[in-house]
């Protein structure tokens, strides 16, 4: 089975585009989609956060905008949550591998936003970027609700450049030209390395 790594900066798309595999019937693992369910009521994380940071959880969940809260004002601490944080999701990432291996998925999806960043650039067998042009970014993002210069430039700065991530990447997903157009680049991607695997 390939592995594949997908990975993208803030806006430029790799939701969506994980969809796209899916929609091709590509198993997919989204590393948010785990976060969410580990900060949720009885999730893995909310007891190890809780002692870490006793503001952040509400309710026997942990309350997102109180702990991002606190990381804008206390970034030091985002080691101690990816501590705490990181090896949980790998450990259901591990749990998805397992099960799509055992359903002999020829392929695999990783979403990870933060993939190099964190070295899990060395866990896959593939690299996908998705991409678009810094002020088609800038707009996505700042249109998001809540979102401001300040935090844009604070999550831009803990983030590998757009740049250096083409630069790595075996396959680039560009998503300033429309949906149908990076829909046919991840069917592409599916093509090629279906092909590589056959062989």
């Given at each position: ?38 900060y949720d009521q009885d999730g893995a994380a909310v007891k190890p956060v809780a002692a870490a940071f006793p ?145």
């Amino acid at each position: 089975m390939i592995v594949i790594g997908l990975t993208g900066s803030i806006g430029m798309g790799k939701t969506e585009t994980a969809r796209m595999f899916a929609k091709e019937g590509i198993p997919v693992s989204e590393s948010d989609a785990i976060v969410h369910r580990l900060y949720d009521q009885d999730g893995a994380a909310v007891k190890p956060v809780a002692a870490a940071f006793p503001g952040a959880v509400v309710h026997g969940r942990i309350d997102r905008e109180k702990l991002t809260k606190h990381l804008g004002a206390h970034p030091q601490d985002f080691a101690r949550l990816e501590a705490i944080v990181h090896p949980l999701v790998r450990a259901e990432q591990e749990k998805f591998l397992k099960d799509a291996r055992r359903r002999k998925a020829p392929l695999a999806v990783l979403d990870i936003p933060l993939l190099f960043e964190t070295g899990r650039d060395r866990d896959v067998d593939k690299i996908v970027v998705v991409s678009a042009p810094a002020d088609i970014q800038r707009r996505r993002v700042l249109a998001r609700p809540g979102m401001t210069e300040e935090k844009f430039a604070a999550i831009l700065a803990r983030q590998v450049p757009d740049a250096d991530k083409r630069a790595r990447a075996d396959f680039i997903v560009d998503s300033d030209r429309g949906l149908d157009y990076a829909h046919a680049q991840v069917r592409h991607i599916i093509d090629v390395l279906s092909q590589s695997d056959s062989t």
